[in-house]
């Protein structure tokens, strides 16, 4: 199967300089959820106003920085109420 041209450019000029937001383009993608993913980003979407896109783009770069602290020795930590203590995020 022949890939469109555009994915191929957008996806060149990404791979050319992957670390320059500011000239990288925006990547379209398709994605299968689980229903549970679904029941969770249509949930993050509605309680943050946002989009489901822009709910995708701010999970996917809270997934980065969870893995990049954890990487470093470091941690995201979670407090589920004011009352509960804070837990350590990890995500394998």
């Given at each position: 199967m022949t890939r469109p041209a555009a994915i191929?450019?957008?996806?060149?000029?990404n791979k050319?300089?992957?670390e320059?937001?500011?000239?990288?383009?925006?990547?379209?993608?398709?994605?299968?959820l689980t229903s549970k993913?679904?029941?969770?980003?249509h949930r993050a979407a509605?309680?943050?106003?946002?989009?489901k896109t822009e709910a995708i783009n701010q999970a996917l770069q809270l997934?980065?920085?969870t893995f990049a602290a954890?990487?470093?020795?470091?941690g995201i930590w979670i407090q589920d109420?004011?009352?509960?203590?804070p837990a350590r995020l990890r995500i394998f």
């Amino acid at each position: 199967m022949t890939r469109p041209a555009a994915i191929n450019s957008v996806e060149a000029e990404n791979k050319a300089d992957p670390e320059n937001e500011t000239t990288r383009k925006p990547a379209r993608l398709t994605v299968n959820l689980t229903s549970k993913s679904n029941t969770a980003l249509h949930r993050a979407a509605e309680l943050s106003g946002h989009t489901k896109t822009e709910a995708i783009n701010q999970a996917l770069q809270l997934l980065e920085m969870t893995f990049a602290a954890q990487e470093r020795g470091g941690g995201i930590w979670i407090q589920d109420s004011a009352r509960s203590e804070p837990a350590r995020l990890r995500i394998f």
